[in-house]
């Protein structure tokens, strides 16, 4: 439902030994691994295809192990990202989509780019990226997703740039990288990567809640009054939005409990409302 304000709370993954008699069960071979994942989940972020191309096959496998309505997040590539000039990706970005994400149709969700968090901020280089991503691929809308990592990205400039080709910047709640909850795009694309393994939920019940009050005010077309943004007095269009939120990285153990959790607390919030 692009653009509808659906919340969608996932994982990074589906292939974590940990999780095989934590979250899958004992019994279940590991074939059946995103069938049984994506029975839980309404999404999952994909980071294979960071580190390697995949095969048209492969996405047709994954689009019909999963329900109608469920949404893949993909890593862009790191041959894309990682360079020195990012206006000359041109041909590494030719070469992830031309093996067959399209296979996932409709389950095509955001693309995320994911730079170094020594790539610092440099205006004319990041506009010379977002002009070479496309908005469509094989008559699918595309979603794209910037994942930066160094403390210059914190600049209004940026929060311009990211707004005037709608590209997300993905707002990471985490220990060192920097934290930047500006709205900047008709969707909002969050990872939550301070969980505990300690924690059954990866982050505590209060957490979670204060995360589906969060999460349920994006999706309505605001902005949380509690996170930090770059650009405070650049107010974005107050309209309804998806919302992807992924619990990922620390407290790795517990991520589908918590995800799930978190989907739990947005529909108790939801029904609070009616």
């Known amino acids: 439902?692009?653009?509808?304000?659906?919340?969608?709370?996932?994982?990074?993954?589906?292939n974590f030994e940990p999780w095989e008699g934590t979250f899958y069960p004992d019994d279940l071979p590991k074939k059946r691994q995103l069938e049984y994942a994506a029975g839980k989940l309404a999404t999952i972020e994909v980071n294979a295809t960071y580190y390697?191309?995949?095969k048209p096959e492969t996405f047709a496998r994954w689009a019909?192990?999963?329900?109608?309505?469920?949404?893949?997040?993909?890593?862009?590539?790191?041959?894309?990202?990682?360079?020195?000039?990012?206006?000359?990706?041109?041909?590494?970005?030719?070469?992830?989509?031309?093996?067959?994400i399209e296979e996932l149709g409709?389950?095509?969700?955001?693309?995320?780019?994911?730079?170094?968090?020594?790539?610092?901020?440099?205006?004319?280089?990041?506009?010379?990226?977002?002009?070479?991503?496309?908005?469509?691929?094989?008559?699918?809308?595309?979603r794209?997703?910037?994942?930066?990592?160094?403390?210059?990205?914190?600049?209004?400039?940026?929060?311009?740039?990211?707004?005037?080709?709608?590209?997300?910047?993905?707002?990471?709640?985490?220990h060192d990288y920097p934290e930047i909850a500006d709205v900047t795009a008709d969707f909002v694309y969050a990872r939550l990567q301070k969980g505990e393994d300690?924690?059954?939920?990866?982050?505590?019940?209060?957490?979670?809640?204060?995360?589906?009050?969060r999460t349920a005010a994006w999706a309505a077309g605001g902005e949380p009054d509690d996170l930090p943004r770059a650009a405070p007095e650049q107010k974005p269009?107050?309209?309804?939005?998806?919302?992807?939120?992924?619990?990922?990285?620390?407290?790795k153990v517990r991520a589908p409990q918590g995800?799930?959790?978190?989907?739990?607390?947005?529909h108790a919030l939801a029904s609070e409302d009616e």
């Open 64 to 100: 019909a192990e999963t329900p109608e309505d469920f949404i893949f997040a993909i890593k862009g590539n790191r041959f894309v990202t990682n360079r020195k000039v990012l206006a000359e990706a041109g041909p590494s970005l030719d070469k992830f989509f031309a093996q067959g």
């Open 198 to 213: 300690s924690v059954p939920t990866a982050y505590s019940k209060p957490d979670l809640r204060a995360w589906a009050a």
């Open 106 to 142: 409709s389950k095509l969700g955001p693309l995320v780019w994911q730079f170094a968090n020594s790539k610092k901020f440099d205006p004319e280089d990041f506009e010379g990226f977002l002009h070479l991503l496309p908005d469509t691929h094989q008559g699918l809308t595309l």
């Open 259 to 266: 995800a799930m959790a978190l989907q739990e607390n947005v």
């Open 1 to 14: 439902m692009h653009g509808g304000g659906r919340i969608r709370s996932g994982i990074g993954g589906w």
């Open 237 to 251: 269009p107050k309209t309804p939005r998806d919302v992807f939120l992924y619990i990922i990285h620390e407290g």
């Open 144 to 174: 794209h997703v910037l994942e930066v990592r160094h403390p210059s990205f914190i600049d209004p400039d940026f929060v311009a740039l990211a707004r005037r080709h709608n590209a997300a910047i993905c707002y990471a709640h985490h």
């Open 52 to 54: 390697r191309g995949q």
